[in-house]
């Protein structure tokens, strides 16, 4: 099986997520393996430490739990994170399968999945939005449902999504192309989440989704 750099940040805290994009910035910096200038579809290193910068000015700004500097560390992170993912993939090609090479990168590898002994985690649901419901107070969760699912669990936060004490269960569901939460405060903002849940356990969280209540 060919490396594969792991490029799945959702489960990391705020500050493991800063932490580990510094580690990537810092190792691809005049990376003799992947030398610049990189093609135009992946973020130069100007970019990406640019977007690392805003990402950790933001993550130390919403410490004072102010929502608006919330909101701008999680769409500075969801931009950071982009900017991963598509240099990751541009790695991988390089490499051409050089473990040595990916290993300097700073991004943590895959590790292979044997089939017939392990497991392969179900991924997180696509296409995930929340919309205000017909009620006032309530909020309806779309996505896709993928093979594999039994259920769906559904979470959400009045607080920092990047804190995981901080969510909360709101239930699981038998699909998650239409969920609906009510009781929700007029005026708050929340976030969302989901993951599947299969035979062999929960699947990976999508990325939060947030709306002000009405």
Request: glycine residues 10%.
């Amino acid at each position: 099986m060919q490396a594969k750099l792991i490029i799945t940040f959702t489960p990391l805290s705020g500050a493991d997520f800063l932490t580990k994009a510094g580690t990537i910035v810092n190792a691809m910096r005049d990376n003799a393996d992947f030398p610049e200038p990189w093609p135009p579809q992946v973020p130069s290193f100007p970019q990406l430490e640019e977007a690392y910068n805003a990402f950790g000015d933001a993550f130390h700004a919403s410490a004072s739990r102010d929502r608006v500097k919330i909101s701008e560390k999680v769409a500075n992170r969801a931009t950071l994170v982009e900017h991963l993912k598509a240099l990751a993939g541009y790695l991988e090609v390089v490499a051409k399968g050089d473990t040595t090479k990916l290993l300097r990168t700073g991004y943590d590898l895959r590790k292979d999945i044997v089939h017939g002994t392990g497991t392969i985690p179900l991924s997180a649901p696509s296409g995930f939005i929340a919309k205000h419901g017909k009620l006032s107070g309530s909020i309806v969760l779309h996505a896709t449902n993928i093979p594999g699912a039994v259920s769906y669990e559904a979470h959400y936060t009045d607080g920092d999504p990047a804190n995981e004490e901080s969510w909360k269960d709101a239930g699981t569901f038998p699909g998650c192309n239409r969920i609906d939460i009510g009781g929700l405060v007029l005026g708050k903002l929340y976030w969302f989440r989901i993951r599947a849940i299969g035979n062999n356990g929960a699947g990976a969280w999508t990325d939060p989704a947030s709306v002000i209540i009405i």
